[in-house]
């Protein structure tokens, strides 16, 4: 198992889940959760790993066919038998990140822990919006609702883990081109982040020279320098 460390930065802000209307959509990443410590029970604020590798994945599919993958492009169990059918074999995609299936060799080839931060819980604010009737776009008389965000220059840390196999080299770049799209594509609705990879150069000697730019390119931050932060 080749194991590295995932920085997240925000550079917009983000919205907290938990308690917030339906008319936030379903994309929002940030969660809550209580964690009970010494100094008893608390409230953090986390990126579930699960979202996190949610979008790597969507990422994944949307950049595949550019660098030279293959994707299904397939949600349905049904739709990606077919579609790896008709290509001769299981994608890219589902290699990397797993696909409904019944034995060992279609299960997930990357894990994602959940994302947590320092300083997020003192990092945030909560703003009290009006709801809106979503058929003529009119306040609704009382509907006020609170929404949480997360501010700007946050930051959140998460392990990648990937399990080592004779295709890891071919499939490694996929998911670092995944992680690199975070920075343009953010996190779903729930804002934009800037991503960094921390990984005491154990990727080295499983990149090609092809990706050695990409790489190194993420093991700095993006956005640095052009937003003021
Ligand atoms: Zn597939």
């Not at 790597?56 to 299904?72: D, P």
């Not at 399990?163 to 920075?183: F, M, S, T, W, Y």
Request: glycine content about 12%; overall charge neutral.
């Amino acid at each position: 198992m080749i194991r590295f460390r995932v920085r997240l930065r925000t550079v917009s802000f983000l919205t907290v889940g938990g308690g917030v209307p339906e008319v936030m959509g379903a994309d929002v990443v940030h969660v809550r959760k209580k964690v009970v410590d010494g100094d008893g029970a608390r409230d953090v604020i986390y990126i579930p790993g699960s979202s996190v590798k949610g979008v790597l994945r969507t990422n994944a599919s949307r950049l595949a066919a550019s660098y030279g993958f293959t994707s299904c492009n397939a949600i349905e169990p049904q739709r990606i038998d077919e579609a790896h059918r008709s290509m001769n074999g299981v994608c890219d995609v589902c290699r990397l990140f797993g696909r409904p299936g019944r034995g060992p060799e279609d299960w997930s080839r990357v894990f994602v822990s959940d994302f947590t931060s320092e300083d997020a819980d003192k990092r945030r604010m909560v703003v009290t919006r009006v709801s809106l009737d979503d058929s003529t776009l009119t306040a609704r008389k009382g509907a006020l609702y609170s929404i949480e965000h997360v501010l700007p220059g946050t930051e959140f840390s998460g392990e990648v883990r990937i399990e080592e196999g004779d295709d890891v080299k071919v499939l490694l770049p996929l998911l670092l081109l995944a992680i690199a799209e975070l920075r343009l594509s953010g996190l779903g609705r729930g804002g934009l982040v800037d991503a960094k990879v921390e990984d005491g150069n154990r990727l080295d000697r499983l990149v090609g020279d092809e990706w050695r730019a990409l790489l190194e390119g993420l093991r700095s931050w993006f956005w640095e320098g052009w937003l003021g932060s």
